[in-house]
């Protein structure tokens, strides 16, 4: 069973700064494309910044020049450095990934989210 865990979600002041990160654990896997997404209250769900396997970076134009994301293919873990935080980047943030898993029966690629951790800035 595949589980991603989030952690280092918290409150903190405009201007300050955060460092998220996703755990991805349980049955044997590759991980591809990456990425963090975030829900404000009464919006839907968006991309903040994505990896691929390949080396492809994407950002949010809102987050660009503030955020980076990277991870460690050898701890199946990947972060989120959020830096000059605003009080518009208030919202629960997701890590969602897409797994390649083999099994008996062959190899498929599944999305996996974590339970997201909340993000406050207070202005």
């Known amino acids: 069973q595949v589980q991603l865990v989030e952690s280092g979600g918290g409150l903190v002041q405009a201007g300050g700064s955060l460092s998220l990160s996703c755990v991805a654990s349980?049955?044997?896997?590759?991980?591809?494309?990456v990425g963090w997404y975030r829900q404000a209250p009464g919006k839907q769900r968006e991309l903040v910044a994505s990896?691929?396997?390949?080396?492809?970076?994407k950002y949010a134009d809102s987050v660009t020049g503030r955020f980076t994301i990277s991870r460690d293919n050898t701890k199946n873990t990947v972060y989120l450095q959020m830096n000059n935080l605003k009080p518009e980047d208030t919202a629960v943030y997701y890590c969602?990934?897409?797994?390649?898993?083999?099994?008996?029966?062959?190899?498929?690629?599944?999305?996996?989210w974590g339970q997201g951790t909340q993000v406050t800035v207070s202005s």
């Open positions: 969602g990934a897409d797994l390649s898993i083999t099994t008996l029966t062959g190899t498929g690629v599944y999305r996996y």
């Open positions: 349980g049955s044997t896997f590759t991980i591809n494309v």
């Open positions: 990896s691929s396997s390949s080396g492809g970076l």
